[in-house]
């Protein structure tokens, strides 16, 4: 089974200790009403092309600068509206076909294989050093990072880090994609955005697929100036523009929420905060985003291994093995814990040290 095929496999799958999906948990957040925000949107806008073709960009870009500006990136512009982030990587990977595009392993799947599907390869960075290999970047590369809670890893890099990553681009002339999807899900405070701090070297784009709805293939992207054209051209050959109708709900939604992509998920957050405490005294950590990492005593844990723990114990997970070649990732899991309520994350775990043990 292909890993895609997997992962989608896991996402609908009604197993009562799924820790296998990173889908949102659309029913602990505040009701979601399109219709309502739809009439928002055009109350307020009603001159907007929602029902036509349109341009590339989109038409939410007045309200893209406000939430842009809302998270700290203060020097904004207008970004442009993508079917998902998915789309705005696929379009990054496009522009950058001909240079080294990189990224840190474990590896976000829709990256690398966006890469693959441009006729490019992916250079691979270790995590454990990833920033002096960065050092050897040529210019004119794309380095892709999700610097808040990563997937796979549920890693959020420190200031210092964003401060070091930003340095060495300067130096070597690189360009960066900030992949922001898991951003507003901080537990304690946010940390400045890479784009923020350096906006005409870094791409970075927001997601409304997790904080809000999947279904609605809406994404924000800002596009270093020198790219935006190239960008838009391939947009237009991939799709021609997004859909007008979700683009309106999406609107309407910032509208009515002040253009903050996290103020409504304060209860969310409370229901994580109880899954960090007991995360804590398993040894695992957890920062906030969908994801934890968890090792175990077990050198080779594969799809095999996960497939045996769904039968015997009723546990879905992913093995890292999934999101890495490199072996040293061989003994841990990819926990999505959004989703999963406390009681359940309790007993899968018990059930997880179960199976190790037997
Ligand atoms: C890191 C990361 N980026 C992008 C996406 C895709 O987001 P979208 O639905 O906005 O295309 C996902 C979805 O799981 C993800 O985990």
Not at 33 to 39: L, V
Request: aromatic share 12%; charged share 20%; glycine share 6%.
């Amino acid at each position: 089974m292909s890993r895609i095929h997997l992962l989608n496999q896991l996402a609908t799958s009604e197993c009562p200790y799924n820790f296998g999906a990173g889908v949102p948990p659309l029913d602990q957040y505040p009701a979601f009403d399109p219709g309502y925000f739809y009439r928002v949107f055009l109350e307020e806008f009603p001159n907007k092309p929602v029902l036509h073709y349109h341009q590339s960009e989109g038409f939410l870009g007045e309200l893209s600068q406000r939430v842009f500006q809302k998270d700290g990136f203060s020097d904004a512009k207008g970004g442009i509206i993508t079917n998902g982030v998915q789309e705005s990587i696929t379009l990054a990977t496009l522009l950058f076909k001909d240079s080294c595009v990189a990224c840190t392993d474990p590896f976000y799947p829709g990256f690398v294989d966006a890469v693959k599907m441009s006729g490019n390869d992916t250079c691979f960075i270790d995590s454990e050093h990833w920033l002096e290999s960065l050092e050897s970047l040529v210019p004119g590369s794309l380095f892709y990072i999700s610097a808040d809670f990563a997937n796979p890893t549920g890693k959020r890099i420190t200031l210092d880090e964003r401060k070091q990553l930003l340095a060495i681009a300067e130096k070597n002339d690189f360009y960066i994609f900030e992949d922001a999807t898991y951003r507003p899900f901080f537990l304690d405070h946010s940390l400045p955005s890479l784009v923020s701090m350096a906006p005409e070297r870094v791409f970075h784009s927001i997601s409304f697929s997790k904080i809000l709805s999947p279904g609605l293939r809406v994404a924000m992207t800002h596009v270093p100036s020198a790219f935006r054209d190239a960008f838009l051209s391939l947009k237009a050959n991939v799709s021609l523009n997004s859909s007008g109708f979700t683009q309106a709900i999406v609107g309407g939604w910032l509208l009515k929420n002040e253009f903050s992509l996290s103020k409504h998920l304060d209860a969310f957050k409370n229901l994580m905060r109880n899954k960090q405490e007991f995360l804590l005294t398993q040894h695992v950590a957890y920062e906030g985003g969908f994801f934890v990492e968890m090792t175990l005593q077990h050198p080779s844990i594969d799809l095999a291994w996960c497939t045996e723990l769904l039968a015997k114990e009723d546990v879905a997970a992913c093995p890292m093995s999934l999101f890495s070649d490199n072996l040293t990732h061989h003994n841990k899991l990819r926990l999505a814990i959004a989703k999963i309520s406390l009681e359940n994350l309790k007993v899968g775990f018990m059930k997880i040290h179960n199976f190790v043990g037997s």
